[in-house]
C-alpha cells in the first residue's frame, strides 16, 4: 500500500472539484493550482490548499509540466490526479511524475503512449483482433498520400488526428474536391491542440452511434467492466449529451463489448479507470475508435446507474489497492443521463462565448457537477463547459423528465449558454424515442434558426415591466412605479431591444397610458404589435419571482450588466438593451463607410488570410480564430473587395471588434 494522504489536483474548473469531493471525504489533503485567470475561481475554495502557478494561457499553465511537478513538490503531496483535458494524457507527464516519486492517479505512462498515437493504436488493436473500421493510418502524411488513400478506401471519409480526441482536427468530407481544404484545416487545428499535425483516414460510418465501454483494472490482475455509455448527440464532434445504459445496446452486445473493452485493456497493461469508445453501426457491429486513459467527462452516469464512486475507484486503485468487485458482481440500475452546460451560442454555430457570471441557480433535485459562482469571469483562454447536469430515473422516460425539468429551472444568466437548447434536445421526439445516432443534430437542428431562443410576447412584456419596475433608478425612486402600477401615467417611457446572432429583433416599450406595448417582429408576434397587462412587484435581482401577465403566471429571475438587462423566464435566457440606460452616441459613432465583418467571441487570431484590396468571394476565409480549444473560421457572407484589415496574427480580439472591412456595398 502506498501513501496518499495529500493529493494535487493539476487541473481546474468542475473536475477539480469533483476530484476534491471524493479525496476530501477519503481524508485525503487537496492541493489545488490556478492560474492568473483562474485566481478567484471555486476549484481554488473547494480545496484544502492553493499554488498559484501563473500564467492565463493553457501553455503558461495547466500545459506547463514543469511548473506543476514544482508545485506538487512545494505542496509536499504525495500524489497528482490529472483530471481530464490539458496534461492527462500525457505519456511524459506521467512519467515525470512517477520519476518524482509521486503517484500518478492514473495508467502507467507506457499505457497511455500506446493509446496516444491514434494511427498506432489502431495497428496495435487490429492486430489483437480488435474490430477497426477500414482506412489509412500511415506515415506518409504528404497530400498525394492521403488522396490516393481516399480513393481506396471511398467517400465519405473521416479526417482525424492522430496524436489527439476530443473533435480537434476532425473533419467529415464528402466529396474528393473537399479534402485538400479538409486537410491542411485538420493538420493545422491537430498541430496547435497536440503538436503534431499527423492525420488518419477512415471510412465514413454513416449515422453511427457513439457507444462507449467504462473499464477498471487494478495492480493484481484484475480488469472489469461497468457498461456502457452512449455519447451519440454530439456538435462539432463533440458529445453534450450522455446516457447509460445505451438504448442501442441489448445485454448480449453489451457483453460482447465489455469483454473487447476490457481485452484492449489489458493488450496495454492498463490501469485505473479509461474508456474505450467504439463507433456502433445500424447493423449492430462495432469498430473500436481508442481509448481514453483517463476518467471521462461523463463518468457522473455511469456512478448513477452502478452506484460506484470512479474518483475513489481511481484513489484505491493508484495506492495498491484490489479492484472491490468482480465482472459479475457488477450491476446496472435504472438509467442516468448527463447534459454538458457550456458557455456557447448554439445559433451561432456553437461557437464559444465569455462574460461574468451575473445569476446562478442550479436545481437541487438532480446531480450538478459545476465549478460556477456568481461574480466569475468565464475565461476564453479554457474550454466552454461550465457544468454538468445528470438525472437518474427508473426508466429512461422518467430520467429524460427529470432532466429537462432540471433544465428549465437552472439559471445561468451573464453569459451565453446552450441550456435551452439541450432541453429542447432532450424533448425531441428522435431521442426520446432513443434512436438518435451522431447525425442527429445534423438532421433535426441543421440550421440556425431552429436552434435560437427566441422571446415570444409574454417575455417582452416581462422584459418591458422588468426595465421599468426593476431598474436600478427604480429602487431608489419607487414611487414612479407605484404611480405606474396604478395606471397613472409614467413620465419617461423605456425602450428595448433585442437582437439574435441572425438579426432578429424587435422592440417593446412601455407607454403613458400605463400598459406594456409591443412593437417586435411578426417572428415573434403575428401582426406585429401586442399589448400585455403586467401586474405584480419585481422581487430583487438574482431571486426567483412570479408575475402575472395577462392573467397567466409566469416565473422568473434577471439580472443587469450596465444597460443590458438578462431575462430567464419561459424556457430560455435573453439579454435585452435598455436604450435609455446606454450612453449617447455621437452620429459619427461606429461608422465605417463599408460593411464590416466583425469577432463573435473572445479569441486569439491564428492567421489572416485577406489584404486591403484583395476580391473575395461568399464563403472565403478570411481570419481563423482560436478560442476555448478550438480554431474558428471567419468567412465572407458577401462577395467584394477588402478595403480594410483591422488585426494582426497574434493578437487577442473580443466580441464585437471588427476584423475586415469591405469597400461599400455589394
Known amino acids: 500500500m502506498k501513501t496518499l494522504n495529500r493529493l494535487l489536483i493539476a487541473n481546474r474548473g468542475e473536475i477539480a472539484v469533483r476530484i476534491a469531493r471524493t479525496a476530501r471525504r477519503l481524508g485525503i489533503t487537496t492541493i489545488a493550482v490556478c492560474s492568473d485567470a483562474d485566481r478567484d475561481s471555486p476549484h481554488v475554495a473547494a480545496c484544502d490548499e492553493h499554488i498559484p502557478i501563473g500564467g492565463s494561457s493553457p501553455a503558461e499553465s495547466y500545459l506547463d509540466a514543469g511548473k506543476l511537478l514544482a508545485a506538487a513538490a512545494a505542496a509536499q503531496a504525495h500524489a497528482v490526479h490529472p483530471g481530464y483535458g490539458f496534461l492527462s494524457e500525457n505519456a511524459r507527464f506521467a512519467a515525470a511524475v512517477t520519476a518524482a516519486d509521486l503517484i500518478f492517479v492514473g495508467p502507467p505512462a507506457a499505457a497511455i503512449d500506446a493509446m496516444g498515437d491514434k494511427a498506432r493504436a489502431r ?60 486537410l491542411q484545416s485538420a493538420a493545422s487545428e491537430a498541430a496547435k491542440a497536440f503538436g503534431d499535425g499527423r492525420l488518419i483516414l477512415e471510412r465514413a460510418v454513416v449515422e453511427p452511434r457513439h457507444v462507449e465501454i467504462q473499464v477498471l483494472a487494478d495492480a493484481h490482475g484484475n480488469a472489469i467492466h461497468l457498461g456502457e455509455r452512449d455519447c451519440s448527440v454530439q456538435r462539432r464532434h463533440q458529445k453534450i449529451v450522455e446516457e447509460a445504459p445505451s438504448p442501442a445496446v441489448d445485454p448480449v452486445l453489451r457483453e460482447r463489448m465489455g469483454q473487447a473493452a476490457v481485452a484492449v485493456a489489458r493488450e496495454i497493461g492498463y490501469l485505473g479507470a479509461g474508456t474505450v469508445e467504439f463507433l456502433l453501426d445500424p447493423n449492430g457491429q462495432f469498430y473500436f475508435m481508442e481509448m481514453n486513459t483517463r476518467l471521462q467527462v461523463e463518468h457522473p452516469v455511469t456512478e448513477l446507474v452502478t452506484g460506484l464512486d470512479l474518483v475513489e475507484l481511481q484513489l484505491r486503485i493508484a495506492r495498491g489497492e484490489r479492484l472491490p468487485l468482480t465482472q459479475s458482481e457488477v450491476a446496472i440500475r435504472g438509467h442516468a443521463i448527463e447534459v454538458r452546460l457550456c458557455a456557447e451560442e448554439p445559433a451561432d454555430e456553437f461557437l464559444p462565448r465569455s462574460g461574468t457570471v451575473l445569476d446562478w441557480r442550479a436545481e437541487e433535485l438532480v446531480r450538478c457537477d459545476h465549478a460556477v459562482a456568481v461574480g466569475m469571469t468565464v475565461s476564453p483562454w479554457y474550454d466552454s463547459l461550465l457544468a454538468k447536469v445528470i438525472a437518474h430515473g427508473a426508466t429512461r422516460a422518467e430520467a429524460i423528465d427529470r432532466l429537462a425539468r432540471a433544465l428549465d429551472r437552472t439559471t445561468l444568466l451573464g453569459v451565453p449558454t446552450n441550456r435551452s437548447f439541450l432541453a429542447r434536445v432532450l424533448r425531441h421526439p428522435s431521442f426520446a424515442d432513443g434512436s438518435a445516432s451522431t447525425a442527429f443534430i445534423g438532421r433535426h437542428f441543421a440550421d440556425a434558426a431552429s436552434r435560437a431562443q427566441v422571446p415570444d410576447a409574454r417575455t417582452w412584456a416581462l422584459a418591458a415591466w422588468l426595465s421599468v419596475a426593476a431598474a436600478p433608478e427604480a429602487s431608489a425612486t419607487p414611487s414612479a412605479w407605484r404611480h405606474w402600477s396604478n395606471g397613472q401615467p409614467l413620465p419617461n417611457p423605456f425602450r428595448l431591444r433585442w437582437a439574435a446572432p441572425q438579426s432578429l429583433a424587435g422592440s417593446a416599450a412601455v407607454d403613458r397610458s400605463g400598459r406594456v406595448r409591443l412593437a417586435v417582429g411578426t417572428a415573434m408576434v403575428e401582426g406585429g404589435e401586442a399589448a400585455a397587462q403586467v401586474s405584480g412587484m419585481p422581487v430583487a435581482a438574482g431571486a426567483t419571482g412570479h408575475v402575472e401577465i395577462d392573467g397567466t403566471e409566469l416565473w422568473y429571475r434577471y439580472a443587469w450588466d450596465g444597460a443590458v438587462l438578462w431575462v430567464h423566464a419561459n424556457g430560455g435566457e435573453f439579454a435585452f438593451r435598455c436604450l435609455r440606460r446606454e450612453p449617447a452616441r455621437s452620429g459619427a459613432d461606429g461608422a465605417t463607410g463599408g460593411a464590416e465583418v466583425r469577432a463573435s467571441i473572445n479569441g486569439r487570431v491564428l492567421e489572416v488570410t485577406v489584404v486591403p484590396g484583395a476580391e473575395v468571394q461568399v464563403g472565403a476565409r478570411l481570419v481563423v480564430l482560436e478560442a476555448m480549444k478550438m480554431e474558428h473560421e471567419v468567412r465572407a457572407t458577401r462577395a467584394g473587395r477588402i478595403a480594410a484589415v483591422n488585426v494582426r496574427s497574434g493578437e487577442q480580439v473580443a466580441p464585437g471588434q471588427w476584423l475586415v472591412r469591405f469597400e461599400g456595398e455589394s
Open 123 to 182: 495497428q496495435r488493436m487490429a492486430a489483437a483482433g480488435i474490430p477497426v473500421v477500414s482506412g489509412y493510418d500511415g506515415e506518409a502524411q504528404d497530400e498525394a498520400t492521403l488522396l490516393a488513400a481516399a480513393e481506396h478506401i471511398g467517400f465519405p471519409v473521416m479526417v482525424k488526428a492522430a496524436a489527439g480526441g476530443g473533435g480537434r482536427g476532425m473533419r467529415l468530407v464528402a466529396a474528393p474536391e473537399e479534402l485538400p481544404a479538409a
